[in-house]
């Protein structure tokens, strides 16, 4: 069974995504339905949306599909990985709104396409620590010469449980081991932060991965966290450019054949369970 922490859904008749605009690829929707048909049939039991960077002033209504996907009968929906603003002074209003919201288990808020210092401002900063003793989460989406910045901030909020996107996004395509293995490697010295292996394939040769490009960066991931700190996302449909959720799903069960079955059953749904429910 498979707890799917990473899915993004787009919904253009009902959202505004901006980005998508020069993102043609995926400018297209991506429904709960869809993503439905596919989950049940590798055996995704629960599944967190991850939000995909809306307008702005539609991070509430965002939340809000999010939340009638959950009262769905038999959903597997579990809840939301909300976007936020923390570089905005307005954050605190925004984040007691937050905790009224059951639907919200975390934030994220992109930072792979934002300059390398946002993080790194006291408004930013400061916002982030406000999530201690709240049990709302935040998740990192940062490219490998950024992990630098967020283990100044991880440092910054030793209470607050962060999550590493994407294994750091590495460059898997070229094969780029460092500088990334070893800025992860720092990183994951810091104990409130966990990786998320998800939708690596995305980040191979779209025509011509193999398993071979994808292990080294996979186990050294799992090397520098350990088991008990990972968690599975497919990232859908970003998959989809490296062969989509099947394909990430037979990927992982490949990569984790000689796990033993406590620790396969940590990374794939019992961590993800333990810390958001």
């Not at 010295?189 to 960066?217: C, E, M, Q, T």
């Amino acid at each position: 069974m498979l707890y799917d922490t990473h899915l993004h859904l787009i919904y253009p008749d009902k959202l505004r995504y901006p980005w998508l605009d020069s993102f043609e690829v995926l400018n297209k929707p991506s429904t709960f339905d869809t993503y439905l048909t596919r989950a049940h049939r590798v055996g995704i039991t629960g599944c967190l949306h991850m939000e995909v960077d809306v307008a702005e002033d539609q991070i509430k209504e965002e939340t809000a599909l999010v939340a009638d996907l959950m009262a769905l009968p038999q959903s597997p929906m579990r809840g939301a990985i909300s976007a936020c603003r923390p570089e905005d002074p307005n954050f605190p209003e925004f984040l007691d709104w937050a905790q009224s919201v059951p639907t919200i288990k975390g934030f994220r808020r992109v930072l792979h396409v934002m300059p390398d210092g946002l993080s790194q401002t006291d408004t930013f900063r400061n916002n982030i620590k406000r999530l201690t003793g709240t049990g709302l989460t935040f998740d990192l989406c940062v490219l490998p010469h950024q992990l630098v910045w967020a283990s100044q901030l991880i440092d910054h909020c030793p209470e607050v449980t962060f999550i590493l996107n994407h294994c750091g996004v590495p460059d898997v395509k070229a094969r780029e081991i460092e500088p990334w293995g070893s800025s992860l490697s720092e990183l994951a010295k810091r104990p409130n932060v966990l990786a998320k292996i998800s939708g690596l394939i995305a980040y191979g040769d779209p025509d011509n991965w193999s398993l071979d490009d994808l292990r080294p960066f996979f186990e050294h991931t799992v090397s520098a966290f350990g088991h008990s700190r990972l968690v599975w996302g497919s990232d859908s449909p970003v998959c989809n450019l490296g062969g989509g959720l099947e394909t990430w799903v037979s990927a992982t069960h490949a990569l984790t054949n000689t796990w033993q079955a406590a620790d396969k059953a940590a990374f794939l749904h019992d961590n993800a369970k333990e810390l958001w429910g």
